[in-house]
RNA sequence: CGGGAUGUAGCGCAGCCUGGUUAGCGCGCUUCGUUCGGGACGAAGAGGUCGCUAGUUCGAAUCUAGUCAUCCCGACCA
């Protein structure tokens, strides 16, 4: 294992040469995944740790990105017929207990709120005081207190579908946290509905399964893997649980998003009921789905690379930054005029998104007039993963042109272009960006996803070669599988690999042939690889976060 | 909750074993100068009651006990 003094050294020999041939992110991916990926937080400023235990702070950095998924996901919601609320932050416990798997679920992490008032204590210090008569739960998700508003507002058949989006925070005490992939407090969008039928209810889920995957492979450029959940996999009080699962640069899966399908459990726990056409007394089908701010701790290790992090176009709070080149005695002026000019050129601009009829935003312009050298605020802004940076001195001033770097680019390689051809063609220069991120992404799945009919290849491919230090290995695999709990469970504990759904058979898939492959192989090869019995379908194992 | 480790300046660390006057180093920060289109260099500064509490001692960052917190590996999870 590395130790911290090696990646010191590394560190301080990185900054002391030249940085031509070094990384700006020390450990690199290869070296050490995990820190790689805190290091990458850190120094493109997108969170830090709170003195909250295992609650962290979103900084400007990491809350723009934010505010753009939640920007373009509400859209989104609203286009497919959601309304947005607002649903308490406390649920009375005993709303917790109405659905039993529910309960189950979630008992062992939530944060329980029993007093409402502090008093001095003997030594100075505030102690709790005012017990409640029920204690409150800090909502770790809403199925249940918006249930028993869904119970209020439901009466008819006339009332539904009922159709409720919420953006909110929610904590669950996890044991172990990481920065947005899992923090004690986070943020979310918990979508909520209640339909007539079953049918409708069950479109829904896949509805906003949908819309989740288009939005992952459109703007964050995170080609999906989607499917259902198995048994164990399931939350907690579903009938069917659909997930979202991306590929990491290790290789391991992160589930970025569900959509449950919840049949009639909740609407039973929590009573909502209505009059039906033929005048009987029915529940309600309702669904649940959500996405969180743990699709920025996707986005870090979908894109971010050895230089620090990489924005996708689409969801950067800033497009371009332009950086005056000011040394040199006597041009300031001349410099600083035309920047602020350029500036304000391409915040004219649109930028068009390639699909949306209308340009979905103004280009995001930042000039940094920041004291610092050259070298130094260039490399922040890699380090941030801003698309563009555009370096402007006094011979780009003398020649009418723009002097840029792309962040999918080496950061050596700088290219300049007349200013009014860059200004034309910024938005097309973002977009290529945006589609090389996803392609990247889309190569790197593909070529990491295997299909199985032979158990020890499969028990190889999921063992590091080195066992003190586990390298990045193995990646998704597809097999014939026969739905066994206890299938899920030695392979769990053998290599600590998980069913992380049944992939669809959708031709979208970044997998869809792979899948086609597996399912023509002989008929003889179709039957479970790890019982031999008969399949119930191809499904997709991987290590997970 | 089980196993392991760590708390010393904003960050990263040394010092502790073998107690001894103003506790060091690197980065960062401030000022000045020379620099500057790939992370500069020099000089001068600012910044710490060594996690907390008690004990041993003439004397504790250092020894002892307790306590709190954090991190890592498990189990649990979006």
Redesign the pocket.
Known sequence: MNS??DI?TAN?S???T????????SPSRQENY?EWY?EVIK?ADLAE?SP???CMVIKPWGYGIWENIQHVLNQRFKETGHQNAYFPLFIPKSFLEKEAEHVE?FA??CAVVTHHRLEKGEDGGLVPAGPLSEPYIVRPTSETIIGAMFAKWVRSHRDLPLLINQWANVV?W?????L???????L?QEGHTAHASEAEAREETLKMLDVYTDFCEQYLAIPIVRGEKSEG?R??GAVNTY?LEPMMQDRKA?????SHFLGQNFARASDIKYLDQDGSEKFAWTTSW?V???LI?ALIMTHADD??MVVPPRVAPTHIVIMP?T???GTEAK?MEYCHSLQKDLQACKYNIEGQTQAQSQLQVHLDTRD?????K???W??KGVPICI???????DAGAV?FYRRDQ?????T?MPRMEFINNASAILEEMQHNFFENARKFLCANTHTFTNKDEFYTFFTPKNASQTEIHGGFALAHFCGDPTVEEKL??DL?VTVRCIPFNDARSPIADLMRNLRNVDSCLNNCLFTGKASKGIALFAK??
């Open positions: 911290k003094k010191q301080v990185s900054s002391a030249t940085a031509a041939s070094t990384t700006a992110i995990p805190q120094a740790q909250a235990r295992g679920g062992k992490e669950r996890e044991m172990r946290t990481r947005f992939l899992r923090t004690t407090e986070f979310w996999e939350f907690p997930s992160l589930q970025a998003g569900t959500g969180s701010t743990r701790g230089n620090g080149m040394h040199k005695p410099v610092l050298r050259g070298g130094e260039m490399w922040s890699i380090k370096e402007i001195g006094p011979r780009d001033v002097y080496q950061p050596g390689k700088k300049s769990k504990q600590n997970a976060y």
